[in-house]
């Protein structure tokens, strides 16, 4: 079955980073697009970026655009997420979520995601 498993998040200080990483199985990693979607606390779900089959593709959320950069691996089926100058609103919890196909941004598989906590 299709599994996403998010990895990386922690608590770091306001201008630090973190890499995040999401494990994929259970279906052809290649052959889909891949985006992180992120939900801080007591807001909806906001898009943060996506990537495209073979990673040669990206497109950011403005309000991370120039400090995050998404990224995959096919090889080890995984995707990733460098975030830099981290700063407080970029608290939340991170998914990352399997698209329905090529840039659909519709998901139907999402992992358990991993809370960041930015905070001095």
């Known amino acids: 079955q299709v599994q996403l498993v998010e990895s990386g998040g922690g608590l770091v200080q306001p201008g630090g980073s973190l890499r995040l990483s999401c494990a994929a199985s259970?279906?052809?990693?290649?052959?889909?697009?891949m985006s992180w979607v992120r939900q801080a606390p007591g807001k909806g779900l906001e898009w943060v970026s996506v990537i495209n089959t073979y990673g040669g593709s990206t497109l950011y959320a403005d309000s991370v655009k120039g400090r995050f950069t998404i990224s995959r691996d096919n090889a080890k089926s995984t995707l990733y997420l460098q975030m830099n100058s981290l700063k407080s609103e970029d608290t939340a919890v991170y998914y990352c979520?399997?698209?329905?196909?090529?840039?659909?941004?519709?998901?139907?598989?999402w992992g358990q995601g991993t809370q960041v906590t930015v905070s001095s």
């Open positions: 979520a399997k698209d329905l196909g090529v840039a659909t941004y519709e998901y139907d598989y």
């Open positions: 259970g279906f052809t990693f290649s052959n889909y697009w």
